[in-house]
T-cell receptor, first 116, second 109 residues
Framework: DTEVTQTPKHLVMGMTNKKSLKCEQH?????MYWYKQKAKKPPELMFV???????INESVPSRFSPECPNSSLLNLHLHALQPEDSALYLC???????????????FGPGTRLTVT | EDKVVQSPLSLVVHEGDTVTLNCSYE??????LLWYKQEKKAPTFLFML????IEKKSGRLSSILDKKELFSILNITATQTGDSAIYLC?????????FGDGTTLTVKP
């Protein structure tokens, strides 16, 4: 199984709502990532989890709160978002995050988020 | 600051043409360079390159890395309409990938 799944596929939320994005992989990968992708732009890294610990936070505003309950699951909790946060949120996983040779990432299909 | 630059930004060709996409980088602590293809949704992995001068091939796609000149190329021969996509280059540094802006390839019938 080389699949990364994400739910929901689409999400529309108001600026006062609280919602969560979910990501799951069953490849035994020990690194998981959240990316944000705006239209016609490359993915921008938000967070990296390695062995269930947050290892990189790319200065993401606190209205985005990641959580890694176990090695297969990654959540992104959203609260008080702004319209400019509307984007495609991609989850990815890789075997490891810190290796001599680098790693390939497997991406989920993404959650299309619209903040109204 | 780490930088990954892809060229051209967009390209329109006809079926059967051969294309070469470029990725140059200026980073510290280089680990590897990866190519991804992105259609409507998530990027899908194509190649990972860690050693200079060794070509990776998969069907009509091939890629090579030059660590001395700090660039990689992705070649697609006998292009098909299904090759239309955004091709992303990413450089892995310590624990994270930095992506280029991508090359949008359109293959016309």
């Amino acid at each position: 199984d080389t699949e990364v799944t994400q739910t929901p596929k689409h999400l529309v939320m108001g600026m006062t709502n609280k919602k969560s994005l979910k990501c799951e992989q069953h490849m035994g990968h020990r690194a998981m990532y959240w990316y944000k992708q705006k239209a016609k732009k490359p993915p921008e890294l938000m967070f990296v989890y390695s062995y269930e610990k947050l290892s990189i936070n790319e200065s993401v505003p606190s209205r985005f709160s990641p959580e890694c309950p176990n090695s297969s699951l990654l959540n992104l909790h959203l609260h008080a978002l702004q319209p400019e946060d509307s984007a495609l949120y991609l989850c990815a996983s890789s075997q490891e995050a810190w290796t001599v040779w680098g790693y390939e990432q497997y991406f989920g299909p993404g959650t299309r988020l619209t903040v109204t | 600051e780490d930088k990954v630059v892809q060229s051209p930004l967009s390209l329109v060709v006809h079926e059967g043409d051969t294309v070469t996409l470029n990725c140059s980088y200026e980073v510290t602590n280089f680990r590897s360079l990866l190519w991804y293809k992105q259609e409507k949704k998530a990027p899908t992995f194509l190649f990972m390159l860690t050693s200079s001068g060794i070509e990776k091939k998969s069907g009509r796609l091939s890629s090579i890395l030059d660590k001395k000149e700090l660039f990689s190329i992705l070649n697609i021969t006998a292009t098909q309409t299904g090759d239309s996509a955004i091709y992303l280059c990413a450089v892995v540094i310590q624990g994270k990938s930095t992506f280029g802006d991508g090359t949008t390839l359109t293959v016309k019938p």
